[in-house]
């Protein structure tokens, strides 16, 4: 029995307990029964999933070299001249529409979008099912993205021109 | 101001305009402090006497990262950088004009936009001649007129260019 | 009972833990106020939102990367001095003279890119969860500016080896801001801190790579912690299924 006495740190006090609704978040309070202590159910999935990643991580380090090309040179553009992978998509657009619009507009108008996510979709379901247009337009943007980077980062050649990538490979990372 | 402004309140907003005010301080002094400082990059290069400059062609400097031409009399000294993303324009001698591979902007022996996506024509540095040289000072950039201004010299492509015509 | 519970019961383990005794789970929920590295979790969570479909465990995918980042970081900066000069030789004599220098570097490398990818994932991934509704909102707002940062970050560190591929990538990813209407150009020229990219751009995101950057994402990724674990119990206001 003793065993259930909770242990008193020693830098907090119980003064009392207030019956009623929490201050915040007055839905419910999760019971018992449906929840879990974080310590040690949480704390050992983060420790696998950290594992993982470090053995991935130092894994794929061993086989393959960070990329180092010769000494810059400012009089010699590479051609094709590439941009990060997560900057193809954007180079990709350059290369189509006037830099005002592909590289301000298009993505000042991404990141105010998703800042301002939250209070344009005032839906407060979080059901896939309740929010068929949210989870559309959001794919639609995100799956088209996916393509231009694709696209920038591996189906182009010198002059930007078009190439296969299992013909030519101009991907660098 | 409402009449009852009394002396608490006024001082707390005396503390909260002070505080405004520093922050602004701050960042002027911050902004100021940041901006590139003249003479650490740029600046003049001496480079060749007039009339080593060619006429029907152009002379790549690569210490002012440009070229030199002459056109009518009038020596040019033209910035490499294509005013579109920054890549070196390299000039192509079978076409007789600027042909930069990253996009495919197109201007002529002068620097006008031609065609591509850049949206102005390459830029230029203000130059003096010293000695009978031509020094080009690269901090001094005249930028190119907007893509769609007419060209001012008559110089039509003259045989095939150099980028790939496949290409986009 | 084991070596660590005796150490905990010692005066200093006493000190250090303040909760020697971890039998129950209110030890446990108790030790959550004694303890630096547990107060960042809450002490309870529900069923679902410790499984995997919750989050895919994105989130401390990224944390662990960017952990990876900044050790293997630190060990880079042992060998590299930030000038056109030495820049490009530093990271020759890293791989070629080093023991490990190379392989410090593909760690840094190969990381940055996944936390890139990880972040990226863990944003769509809330998305699908709508994560963002309220009373998550803030959260969510918070999570793109740390996209934003880690973008940042990634670029940055692109120019500092001085090849051919970071020159160009960053003459190009630096002309983009020449377009930005009415700043833009003052805005390039601190960034370049010239006209083109030199001496001075590399100093500059060097800076900006090893301390501004890495100091305002730590300190935003706080907040973001912060953030998690104190909406953590609250609910949605329609709750998924
Ligand atoms: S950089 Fe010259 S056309 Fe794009």
């Known amino acids: 029995m003793s065993d259930d006495k909770p242990t008193q740190p020693s830098n907090v006090r119980v003064l009392g307990f207030v019956e009623g609704k929490p201050l915040v978040g007055d839905r419910k309070v999760p019971e018992e029964e449906d929840s879990v ?55 990709e657009l350059l290369s189509r529409f006037h830099p005002l ?5 298009v993505p000042g108008a991404i990141i105010v979008g998703l800042l301002a996510l939250p209070f344009i979709d005032r839906n407060p379901d979080t059901r896939m099912r309740n929010r068929r247009i949210a989870v559309a337009t959001f794919t639609i943007f995100m799956v088209a993205w996916i393509i231009l980077t694709l696209i920038g980062f591996a189906f182009r050649g010198p002059n930007w021109g078009w190439v296969w990538p299992w013909q030519e490979w101009y991907g660098e990372l | 101001m409402s009449e009852d402004l009394d002396r608490r309140h006024f001082l707390a907003r005396l503390w909260t305009w002070g505080l405004g005010v520093m922050a602004g301080a701050a960042a002027w002094t911050s902004w100021d402090f940041l901006q590139p400082v003249a003479g650490q990059s740029g600046g003049p290069v001496a480079t060749v006497s007039p009339d080593k400059i060619p006429t029907d062609s152009v002379l790549e400097i690569p210490a002012m990262r440009g070229y030199l031409t002459e056109i009518e ?38 620097g006008e936009y031609r065609r591509g996506p850049a949206p102005r024509g390459m830029d230029r540095f203000e130059f003096t001649i010293i000695n009978g040289v031509v020094v080009p000072d690269t901090s001094k950039i005249i930028r190119g007129a907007p893509a769609g201004s007419p060209e001012t010299i008559n110089e039509p492509p003259k045989g095939p260019e150099c980028l790939d015509p496949t290409a986009g | 009972m084991s070596l660590m519970d005796t150490i905990r019961k010692s005066a200093p383990g006493r ?47 990224s944390m662990v990367l960017f952990g990876s980042l900044i050790a293997s970081g630190i060990y880079l900066m042992f060998f590299y001095v930030p000038s056109p000069s030495t820049a490009y030789g530093d990271i020759i004599f890293l791989q070629t003279k080093v023991a490990f220098g190379q392989y410090i570097r593909n760690i840094h490398r190969w990381s940055a890119h996944l936390m890139v990818l990880a972040v990226a994932a863990h944003m769509a991934r809330m998305f699908y969860r709508g994560a963002y509704k309220p009373p998550r909102e803030f959260n969510w707002i918070v999570g793109v500016v740390l996209l934003v940062l880690t973008l940042l970050l990634s670029f940055t560190g692109y120019l500092l080896p001085w090849d051919q591929l970071a020159y160009w990538a960053v003459t190009i990813g630096t002309s983009m801001t020449e377009f930005v209407p009415f700043i833009g150009g ?50 949605m206001e329609v709750a998924s299924e």
């Open chain 1, 101 to 105: 619009v592909a590289g301000v507009l």
């Open chain 3, 186 to 235: 003052t805005v390039g020229g601190m960034l370049l801190g010239g006209t083109e990219v030199g001496a001075q751009t590399l100093l500059r995101f060097y800076v900006l790579h090893v301390a501004v950057l890495p100091t305002l994402l730590v300190g935003i990724i706080m907040i973001h912690l912060w953030r998690w674990r104190k909406d953590s119990m609250l609910d």
């Open chain 1, 37 to 91: 202590m974080v310590w040690p159910h949480l704390l050992i999935r983060h420790g696998v999933v950290a594992l993982a990643v470090m053995v991935f991580v130092l894994g794929i380090s061993l086989f393959f070299n960070a990329p180092l090309k010769e000494m810059a040179n400012p009089s010699v553009t590479p051609n094709p001249e590439k941009a990060p992978w997560y900057f193809a998509a954007l180079q």
């Open chain 2, 73 to 110: 009399g009038a020596t040019e000294a033209i910035w490499w950088k294509c005013p579109h993303l920054g890549c070196k324009v390299p000039w192509c001698e079978t076409s007789g004009q600027f042909e930069c591979p990253c996009h495919g902007s197109v201007y002529n022996r002068k």
């Open chain 3, 15 to 61: 000190a250090i833990w303040r909760t020697p005794r971890r039998v129950t789970d209110r030890d446990r929920a108790a030790a959550h106020w004694g303890s630096f590295l547990l107060h960042i979790y809450p002490v309870r969570m529900r069923r679902e939102q410790i499984s995997f479909r919750w989050s895919w465990f994105l989130g401390v995918a």
